[in-house]
């Protein structure tokens, strides 16, 4: 470059011009070739713009295409398949991939035959009346509000936080849950003068004008409380008072209570059984519970739950408890059922042998879950609050298995 420019100035010298003159020129010329070079590109972006936009106009402006009818639908039609062992039902895909064809197999429900539990009744005529829509305007209010209701007869709080906001907009209901979940107990009796009374307390503490606690100890929004039917409370009320034997045990105490007599009196909710527990899952009165009057020691043996008079906190109750679900769920388990209880031995055959010997927590719930004809569907036909049962059955699995 530089050798050119001397020849350059050697030209312009002999020609006469001045060098500087002859510089301005060439760069003048040269900033002109390079704003024709970017030209083409320039037209370019501005042709691909515009295609852009009109691609976006047209866009808007198109009207929805109708739905394709070449759409194949997978339809597995109806469950038309029974387990020869516990004779729940379930679609022919389900069935377990080493059995054959003509004769299938299912092991989701009892594991082969191994986990055998007592079929679950069905709930009074009043319960049943009341899941059915076609029953009318209060029908429809119990099963919209069904939880609300739940709540207001449930012996124990629930832990964790309940997500309200995924449920925004339209699409199905969804239960889901935030953080710890758990179960707590409180007192049989407010700790103050003048506290209200909640969960248990409810079935001892002023009675008098119990429909107007539980709803006002259902929830804070006075929305939803306006939405509370008070007929459906005094009668589910007295169904529990009739049916429910965890109703019963707390209102013997109460009937204590009456009497003058209820200082250093404690309720001991009994975790241990006598009975087979793939044959009964409802005990006695006697097997359920046990009053202890002018009792200092602790009395505590295992996973009992001790409910205190007054002077304790809500405490957490273990999951292994075989009240742990119906003390949650009163209107799932109306009679107060048995639910898992532990070291309940498989069924095994002659001659077969087992590295566990006794049914676990999933086994347990994965029996519970499935339909049968010649058993009580109440536990699969509660809608928001089924859902909600299956995520805290899930979460206790899951501290199950850390346990």
Known sequence: MARMTRIKKIQDK???RPIEQTLNQERESHSVETSTKERPSQKRKVELLTSADEVLEKATKRKRSPKRMDMKIWNFGKPTCKCQRCRAIFWYEERTRSAGKSNPTFG???????VKLPTLKEPSAYLLKLLRKQHGKRSKNYVQNIRLYNSMF???????????EVNKGSGPYVFKMNGLNYHRIGTLLPTEEGDKPRWAQLYIYDTENEVKNRIEASTTSMDKRKSLDSHIVEGLKNMLDRDNILA??????RDRFKEGDYHDVKLKIINKRHTDGRQYNMPSASEVAALIVNDTTENRQGRDIIVQYKDMKPKRISENHPKFMAMQYPLLFPYGEDGYIEKTPYILKEGTSCKRKHVTML???AYRIQQRMDQSMHLM????LTLQFFVDAFACILHFRLN
């Open 363 to 365: 086994e347990y719930y």
């Open 14 to 16: 002999k020609k006469g």
């Open 248 to 253: 019963k045990t707390f209102r013997m105490a």
């Open 154 to 164: 449930a012996f124990t709080s629930i832990g964790g936080k309940v997500d309200k």
């Open 381 to 384: 036909s509660c809608g928001k």
């Open 108 to 114: 989701l429900c009892c594991q082969n035959g191994k």
